[in-house]
């Protein structure tokens, strides 16, 4: 019924930035909050940030308070993960996801295919 798909993955540098933005289709329920997860390779997947319908609402994973910042627009059905001060760390695939606020997994009504972000150090 929801269809996400990411994009803006691939290479960073350490310091430097990425911005990942996801797009929804299908029957979108207004009060779906969207966000990010990340997992990277033998780890498991772990909460990066995430979202409010209204976006008066975003929380973020501790490793990433301070340098990430989630955006939606709602008018487009799209929502955005600005990355700065990009870690090595930081590398792994990148999925939206979207479902009832608070974000959690074992709510989520959709998850995207995921994008791969590397960053180099």
């Known amino acids: 019924q929801v269809q996400l798909a990411e994009s803006g993955g691939g290479l960073g540098h350490a310091g430097g930035s990425l911005r990942l933005s996801c797009a929804a289709s299908g029957r979108f329920a207004n009060t779906y909050a969207m966000g990010w997860f990340r997992q990277a390779p033998g780890k498991e997947r772990e909460f990066v940030a995430a979202i409010s319908w209204s976006g008066g609402n975003t929380y973020y994973g501790d490793f990433v308070k301070g340098r990430f910042t989630i955006s939606r627009d709602n008018a487009k059905n799209t929502v955005s993960l600005q990355m700065n001060s990009l870690q090595s760390e930081d590398t792994a695939v990148y999925y939206c996801?979207?479902?009832?606020?608070?974000?959690?997994?074992?709510?989520?009504?959709?998850w995207g295919q995921g994008t791969q972000v590397t960053v180099s150090s």
């Open positions: 996801a979207a479902g009832p606020w608070p974000l959690r997994v074992v709510n989520l009504s959709a």
